[in-house]
């Protein structure tokens, strides 16, 4: 029969991250919020974003005619990627703050009561 690892956590251990949990501050003030929400869903954000993605409804040679319809268009696309390796590299960086938000209320979830789990919207 194989053996079976087991990442068992100690009694000790499980109190001391409990007592971290409840000794760890705010991670974000509202402002912070704020600047995150503005970054993310801002008219010149939304616009760029749409902007950038418009391109993936072309075809290849579609965005050779349209790059070459007028001498801007290479600077707008120069922008473009600019301003979309920017949004991505931030929406990773939000993603993560999402995932330790999500790994703070697991951790708070310890202390609920029972409850049937809810189903969430999306």
Avoid: Y
Wanted: net charge negative; aromatic share 4%; with cysteine.
């Amino acid at each position: 029969m194989a053996e079976i690892n087991s990442t068992a956590v100690s009694e000790g251990e499980l109190d001391a991250l409990w007592a971290a949990f409840l000794d760890a501050p705010a991670l974000l003030s509202a402002d912070k919020i704020d600047k995150v929400s503005r970054d993310l869903f801002g008219k010149d954000t939304v616009r760029t974003v749409r902007a950038t993605l418009l391109m993936l409804t072309k075809s290849g040679a579609e965005l050779l005619e349209v790059m070459h319809s007028d001498e801007q268009m290479p600077n707008v696309f120069r922008e473009l990627i600019a301003c979309g390796k920017d949004h991505a590299k931030h929406l990773r960086e939000v993603a993560e703050v999402i995932e330790a938000a999500t790994g703070r209320l697991n951790l708070a979830l310890c202390d609920a009561p029972s409850e049937p789990e809810v189903q969430h919207a999306h």
